[in-house]
């Protein structure tokens, strides 16, 4: 059974670096493609982006987020990461990792909620 | 970017009722619609995948249809533990984008 965590500062301070990391266990993280999903309180789902883990590695960012955001993966460590920079209190939301098999997430993790404030 | 507009935005059923939902594309995206469900404080599930079929494990009750433009996500005699929000979710277009969910509450 695949299993994903969120990990990472529930507080961080506006203008900085949101960093969260997605630990994959029960299966590799190679071959998929792996997406990042925000959703703020009370609010719909938002896709942030995407990683295709091969030996290079591809990603897709939502252009809403493109200047700021980075997802990478290491392999090694069957983890996941995203970098979001200049954070504002817009960018506050639980922040899911989720297996895409077929287009569909199959797997998610359980979320963690990120609050951007001073 | 492709807009997904879901109806009805609440509905409020008795069990045993059937409940459609549905979800229609701002542009043609095929049959790569996917159907959610998500809980008070919990991850979305994947209901349906390519618009029609079954996710593992998903009861038989729920279903989905259409492709194009129109889908549906039906729920056959509802139960009380379906009491949830539904999201239909398109990845024929990059950026990948979400209706803004339906709120299923039980009578």
């Known amino acids: 059974q695949v299993q994903l965590q969120e990990s990472g500062p529930g507080l961080v301070k506006p203008s900085e670096t949101l960093s969260l990391t997605c630990t994959v266990s029960?299966?590799?993280?190679?071959?998929?493609?792996w997406s990042w999903i925000r959703q703020p309180p009370g609010k719909g789902l938002e896709w942030i982006g995407y990683i295709y883990i091969t030996y290079s590695g591809s990603t897709n960012y939502n252009p809403s987020l493109k200047s700021r955001v980075t997802i990478s993966a290491d392999t090694s460590r069957n983890q996941l990461s995203l970098k979001l920079s200049s954070v504002t209190a817009a960018d506050t939301a639980v922040y899911y990792c989720?297996?895409?098999?077929?287009?569909?997430?199959?797997?998610w993790g359980q979320g963690t909620l990120v609050t951007v404030s001073s | 970017e492709i807009v997904l507009t879901q109806s009805p935005d609440f509905q409020s059923v008795t069990p045993k009722e059937k409940v459609t939902i549905t979800c229609r594309a701002s542009q043609n995206i095929g049959t790569s619609l996917y159907w959610y469900q998500q809980k008070p404080d919990q991850s979305p599930r994947l209901l349906i995948k390519y618009a029609s079929q079954s996710f593992s494990g998903v009861p038989s009750r729920f279903s989905g249809s259409g492709s194009g433009t129109d889908f549906t996500l039906t729920i056959n005699s509802l139960e009380a533990e379906d009491a949830a929000t539904y999201y239909c979710?398109?990845?024929?277009?990059?950026?990948?984008?979400f209706g803004q969910g339906t709120k299923v509450e039980i009578k």
């Open positions: 989720a297996r895409v098999d077929g287009g569909g997430s199959d797997y």
């Open positions: 029960g299966g590799p993280i190679r071959s998929y493609y």
């Open positions: 979710h398109q990845s024929s277009s990059l950026p990948q984008t």
